[in-house]
């Protein structure tokens, strides 16, 4: 048994039966976990509050290849345990005990769309390494593709680095033009909007979006924004709350301070300058909390009504890149590329202030 980080780990007793039982029933414990938490195989531990012995979920070594000194962690947190830090304290203070054991390396399976396992992954100090397709079985009979998260003996165990922080108070937004993550429940609406003609030929490839791949890019918005890679926002107007468009930052060049956006708008709420706040919303905040040091943007050569958009949010033509993007039919088209920088931006916010 262990008592640290605000936690205790205890063998499980008769008298956690009926919490166990709530845990076992809650959805998202059997979503995310390919066995019941009362089972799992190795070495498991109930884990209970520091300051009383009420179960608050369970964490165990699943898979232990004593020959790799390796093995991968199971954790579990009952719904009325949540959002108070106990999962995160919990696998930090169970990892030190198993590296104590001789263990040089933990693993996490994690779903696509657990993005809240992500988060306490990186809290804990582990590092996400890549994707295991079907890593798990799922309760359908098939198999679901998983994230793998690590750490190693010699990790220092402090919270990982995230490219792509978290928006302040969960959204942006000037007043006109709101902006909050992609959620799942925006597929209707991100299905069609993509489907619009003018919307596709934008695309890379410019074909339509099936509905799979849709639901995947919604599903999977939170983990893609915790990896680093890309933060997807719905653009809402502000006034109504109506969903407008989208909009994307995409992390493409971290080594060389360089990110990319791009975005879509429905036709009724076009001409209204809204992309163009959502952009400068966008950029704002990129500037300030990703340390990028340049914001580029593509257009096709015919995209005349992109192009202006994105001068008026402060970027600058840079040039064209022949043949860069995938045509219709096989063919190749030209990119429009635009850049902004940081002082480009004050300037045009600036201009935009003095009218």
Known sequence: MNQDHGVRLRDYRPEDEKALAEGVADAQTRRFLPFSPSTARGTAYAISSGTSDELMGGIGLDHVD???????????????????????????????????????????????????A?????????????????????????????????????????????????????????GVVTLRPLVLDDLDFYHGLHLLPEVVASRVPPEPPTAEEMRRRCERADAHWIGGSRAELVILDAATGQRAGEIAFYYIEPMLGQAMIGYSMLPAFRGRGLVTRAAQLVA?????????????????????????????????????????LPGPAGTRVDDVQFVLLAEDLLQQVSDDATG
Not at 74 to 94: K, M, N
Not at 143 to 170: C, F, K, T
Request: charged share 25%.
């Open 66 to 116: 004593a020959a790799r000194s390796q093995a991968t962690v199971s954790l579990w947190v009952g719904p009325w345990a949540r959002s108070r830090g106990i999962a995160t304290a919990a696998l930090r203070a169970f990892s030190e005990q198993a590296f104590g054991t001789g263990l040089q390396r933990l693993e996490l399976l994690i779903h696509w769309e657990n993005p809240i």
């Open 284 to 324: 704002l905040w990129a500037f300030a909390e990703t340390g990028i040091a340049r914001l580029i943007a593509g257009t096709v050569r015919e995209n005349l009504g992109s192009q202006r958009v994105l001068e008026k949010a402060g970027f600058h033509r840079e040039g064209v890149m022949r043949s860069r």
């Open 118 to 174: 992500q988060r306490v992954a990186l809290a804990a100090g582990y590092t996400r390494e890549g994707e295991r397709r079907g890593g798990l079985p799922n309760a359908s009979g098939g198999r679901d593709d998983v994230l793998v998260y690590a750490r190693l003996a010699g990790d220092s165990g402090e919270p990982g680095e995230r490219l792509i922080p978290d928006l302040p108070g969960g959204e942006l937004t000037d």
